[in-house]
């Protein structure tokens, strides 16, 4: 009788049968995912099939680093793994260590994945972005030299400044030998020494604006010198060299935009920066020129000529005031005086003597005669007249008769 196998005995050896086949221990498996379950131990339970089978697939919690987005029902994926047999059940499945997503998800993740590296080599960081000039003469555009990108950004940047010089380079940016081609405008633009660069295309899926997504166009854009700007695409779209430019524009229209002037209203800013500096300097021209008069004036003023002038203006100035003073005191005085020689005349003997009187005396004794009972007849008299003298004799004496009436009556009244 033939040897009888445990059920154990046969899984065993079949398993051991594909431990052997080396070619079971690393394969790629495409196919589209079904029964997919998230295990609450985090292992992840599904199947993949095809139009022609399924197959048995897990991936354990330990290599879920290996699935970078999150698996669904009806994904298309490329499981990487080993093919083995699970003795318990009899049954071999696929276990997966790694996932990606098929066709534009296996790009997407890609797209992921370089993201992340370049992120961490610092190719995004803020620090090596280089400002765009405001103003520039010479325009790079690295882009197709058909289609409706690079007709945009020369329209719009021609309109913008009628004298700007526009380098284009017909750059590949579709397909096999893009990305180096793109690489090589960039360095030739480079080396023509243009002032800006604008590098891009029109939008697409993403397998067309892949060329842009490529890790030598991003080193290519990071080691540039001169400041690139990426316009790549729709507003939505979003591209690698999106984050390593030093800007990015949401489509080439903007990029011209952004990368040229307006000559118009640079025009206009010019006249205005004429007219602010023109008033500027008027204004301080004329605060120079005050200072100036004011510095004349205190060396003017400091100058021995000026102090000189000054004492002399201010001698004279003290000779006229004392000369009015003496003016005013001797006309003050010869007022006074007058006042003075006015009484004076008033009290003198001569004004009286020139008004038809005289002075007389008796010659005796020289004493002024008062009245006539101070006389007698035959004494003699000296008479006194403005111009001269006489000696005259008294031949008669003549008593006022009034004179006597108001003598005999005080003297009536006496006796009474």
């Not at 669904?72 to 996932?99: F, H, P, W």
């Not at 180096?180 to 295309?201: C, H, K, P």
């Not at 008004?355 to 005669?369: N, Q, T």
Request: glycine share 8%; charged share 25%.
């Amino acid at each position: 009788m033939k040897s009888v196998f445990s059920v154990r005995q046969i899984n065993s050896y079949i398993k051991n049968m594909f431990t052997q086949d080396y070619l079971l221990h690393s394969v790629l498996v495409r196919g589209e995912v079904s029964n997919c379950k998230y295990h609450s131990s985090g292992h992840i339970y599904f199947t993949l099939k095809d139009e022609s089978g399924t197959l048995s697939c897990v991936m354990f919690a330990g290599n879920r680093r290996g699935l970078s987005y999150p698996m669904k029902e009806g994904d298309q994926v490329i499981a990487a793994g080993s093919v083995d047999v699970y003795g318990r059940d009899g049954k071999y499945q696929l276990y997966a260590t790694r996932i990606i997503a098929d066709g534009a998800g296996a790009l997407n993740e890609r797209y992921e994945r370089l993201k992340k590296q370049l992120g961490e080599q610092g190719l995004f960081d803020e620090a090596y972005k280089q400002p765009i000039p405001r103003y520039i003469r010479t325009l790079g555009v690295v882009t197709a030299p058909t289609g409706a990108a690079v007709q945009d950004i020369l329209n719009i940047s021609l309109r913008r400044n009628p004298y700007l010089q526009i380098l284009l380079y017909p750059a590949q940016v579709q397909g096999a030998g893009a990305a180096q081609s793109i690489v090589n405008g960039i360095r030739a633009l480079e080396a023509a020494g243009v002032d800006v660069m604008i590098i891009g295309r029109g939008g697409g899926s993403l397998e067309d604006l892949w060329a842009f997504n490529e890790e030598c166009v991003a080193q290519a854009v990071f080691d540039c010198s001169v400041p690139v700007i990426s316009a790549v695409g729709h507003e939505t779209d979003t591209v690698i060299t999106d984050y390593v430019a030093d800007l990015r524009a949401p489509t080439p229209s903007a990029a011209a935009e952004l990368a040229v002037f307006e000559f118009a209203q640079f025009e206009e800013d010019l006249r205005g920066f004429r007219d602010s500096l023109t008033l500027a300097m008027n204004r301080r021209l004329g605060e120079l020129r005050s200072r100036t008069a004011l510095l004349e004036r205190a060396v003017w003023h400091g100058s021995p000529v000026y102090q000189i002038r000054d004492r002399r203006m201010y001698a004279a100035q003290l000779e006229e005031r004392l000369q009015n003073a003496m003016e005013r005191t001797l006309l003050r005085d010869r007022h006074r005086i007058g006042l003075l020689a006015g009484r004076l005349d008033a009290r003198s003997p001569l004004a009286k003597l020139s008004g038809g009187y005289g002075y007389l005396r008796r010659e005796r004794d020289g004493k002024p005669l008062q009245s006539v009972e101070e006389t007698a007849v035959g004494d003699r008299l000296l008479i006194r007249l403005r111009d001269g003298s006489l000696e005259a004799q008294v031949s008669a004496v003549q008593p006022d008769e009034r004179q006597g009436m108001e003598k005999r009556s005080r003297e009536s009244s006496g006796m009474e």
